[in-house]
Structures are given as C-alpha cells and as structure tokens.
C-alpha cells in the first residue's frame, strides 16, 4: 500500500473548469433526468451539463442514496484493506468522498474533479465533518488530470463519472495506469432505471416511468456522441477492465429500497427529478403523458407526488471492480 502524506486541502487546483458551461442535466442511476441550454442535441435536447449549477441536486441526490454507497464502500472495504490513497475520479460535491473518508479512517482521499465549485463544496464538506486534514482535491480534465496526483492510489473510485469520458476505454487505462500495484480500480455503471410510482397512477395511461427512460436513453446515446472524442463502446465493463491490464474483475449491484410512505426528503428528490424531466422532456411526451406528468407535479393535486400516500424510491446501481497484478 502506499502511504503519502495527507494531502492539504485545495492543494491541488488547477484552472480548468471547463465543466461550468450552461446547462441542467443530472444524472440518477447514471442516466441523464433532463436537458438544458448547451448545445447537443437529441431530439433537439441538449446535451452540455453544468455540473456546477447542479451541486444542490448531486449532494441531496448522494445522501438520499447514501445506504446504498454504505453498502456498496463495505464490500468494497472486504477487498481493500487499509488503503493509503483513495481518489474519488469525478467526485462532484464530495458526498460520496467524504464517504470514503469515514468507512476508511487510515486513508487519504484525493476529489478529482473538472468543477473547481464542486470541489470547494466537497472540500468545505470534508471539513465540516472533521476529515479536513487527510481530504485534498485536485481539479482538472479527466482523465488526464490524474497525472497531477503524487502518489499512485490504492483504491481509485468512478461513480457515475466514467459514461462522462469520449473515450471510456482509454479513461479506465489512464485510471489503472495510477493504481498502485495491487490497487483496486472500481467504477459505478449501470444498474436499473429508478422507479417512483406505481405503474399504474389511477389516471393517465400506465407505464409513464417507462416511456421517459426510453427518452433519457435517447438523451444519453446523443450526450455520449456529442463528447469531445467520442469513441462508442459495448458497455462490457469486465472486458474493459481487463483491457486496461487488471485482473479479478467482479461486479456487484446494490439496492436503495424506500418504500412508501415516503419521507420528506424522499418525496422532494421525487418531485425535483420528475420536475426535471418535465423540463427536459415535456415536449416530446404525447400529449396524455405530459398532462399526466404535469398533474403528478401540480403541489395541490391530491394525486400529485408532492401529497399522493404511495411515492416510493427504488433504484438498483452496479459497481465493476478490477485489481492491479502486484
Ligand atoms: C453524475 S456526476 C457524479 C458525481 C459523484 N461521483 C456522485 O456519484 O454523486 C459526474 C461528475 O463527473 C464530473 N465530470 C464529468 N466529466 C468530466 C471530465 N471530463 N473531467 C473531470 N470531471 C468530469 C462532473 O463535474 C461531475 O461532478
């Protein structure tokens, strides 16, 4: 394992912020929930995001899924044991950083991002909760910004970054590439499309959630075509990983399950993403569906998700992990 010295807070920023640009995309279980105003296009959607504009939604969206980041960082800690080095490639706000910092107490975590404000929220977040002296972060272009880091990693985590990247098969060579030797490379992939309601809403015809993933897929293939090298790849993540010359690859889903009742916070990260889609999408669901849509966000319908009994939260992510022969 390597153990450098704990990295300073803001020790490493660079200049490059190219990920501010004017845009409100967000992602949920690695898909996008809603266009903005960049200039990609499916559909006549666009497909830039500023990830900056989107910090309150990442971070309430990280700690609502934190049981699942919970489960997913204690498998992840059978198989690393007392790393000295944790980078979280393409951390956004820290929510899942800070994460880290807690479940390994020995380690120093490094955020690497291209958003120098999610940084600064992931920075002051470490502080907050009294990891300050072991939390740097780095900002920059991934995934050449990683050259920048001192120290090889021992434990290198992408969640949700890497579909991010136009060329994802180079990415995860350039992340093995800062492993140490026997490091463990893992990444945040796929899984399901969440699902709020129930099929059937009582009005409207059944199957709405279905039909917006089928308009966020399409988002998605055209948000990965428009990035800067875009290189389309089959998503065979084990394959991918044994490219980049590690070995053991594995894979594990894990589940958010909250069922209703709904809590607060549940229901509001429910009403922001539905209302997202309604902004990304409304144009170009039928004209039942968008009456349906707007009915479920209209806050003094009784049908509505901001008071009907039966809201819910479901959502299943994957992690692929590969190690670094010795
Ligand atoms: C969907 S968010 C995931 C944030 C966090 N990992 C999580 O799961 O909550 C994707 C993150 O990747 C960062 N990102 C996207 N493309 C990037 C690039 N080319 N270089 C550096 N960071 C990038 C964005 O700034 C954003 O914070």
Redesign the pocket.
């Known amino acids: 394992m390597a153990h450098p010295p704990h990295p300073t807070p803001h020790d490493r920023h660079t200049s490059d912020d190219r990920?501010t640009s004017d845009d409100r995309h967000?992602?949920d279980d690695g898909r996008p929930q809603g266009p903005g105003h960049g200039h990609g296009h499916a559909h006549g959607h666009d497909t830039d995001?500023d990830?900056a504009e989107m910090a309150p939604h990442?971070e309430a969206?990280?700690e609502l899924f934190t049981p699942l980041y919970e489960r997913a960082l204690s498998w992840l800690g059978k198989e690393v044991t007392e790393p000295g080095l944790i980078v979280?490639a393409?951390?956004?706000?820290g929510?899942?950083s800070t994460l880290f910092a807690e479940t390994f107490p020995g380690a120093r975590v490094m955020a690497?991002?291209?958003?120098a404000p999610?940084l600064e929220r992931a920075r002051q977040r470490a502080e907050r909760l009294g990891h300050g002296d072991r939390f740097g972060t780095l900002a920059?272009?991934?995934p050449g910004?990683l050259q920048q880091l001192d120290y090889p990693a021992d434990l290198l985590w992408?969640?949700?970054?890497l579909h991010?990247?136009g060329d994802q098969r180079a990415a995860l060579t350039a992340f093995a590439e800062r492993l140490a030797p026997g490091g463990t490379l893992a990444i945040?992939e796929g899984g399901l499309p969440s699902r709020f309601l129930p099929r059937d809403l009582g009005f409207g015809r059944p199957g709405l959630e279905a039909r917006l993933d089928a308009l966020q897929e399409e988002w998605f293939a055209q948000m990965r075509a428009d990035l800067p090298g875009s290189v389309d790849e089959a998503e065979d993540w084990a394959a991918l990983l044994g490219a980049a010359g590690l070995r053991h690859a594995r894979s594990r889903s894990f589940l958010l399950d909250l069922p209703a009742p709904a809590s607060d916070r549940a229901r509001s990260y429910v009403v922001a993403t539905l209302s997202r889609l309604r902004d990304g999408f409304g144009d170009s669901l039928d004209p039942g569906d968008r009456a349906t849509l707007d009915r479920l966000l209209d806050p003094q319908d009784e049908a509505g998700v901001h008071r009907r009994a039966d809201v819910f939260v479901l959502a299943a992510h994957t992690v692929h992990t590969a190690v670094k022969p010795v």
Do not use: F
Request: charged letters at 15%; a negative charge.
């Open positions: 990920h967000t992602c995001i990830w990442l969206q990280a979280d393409g951390s956004g706000p929510v899942v690497v991002d291209g958003s999610l920059g272009e991934l910004v992408a969640g949700r970054s991010h990247l945040m």
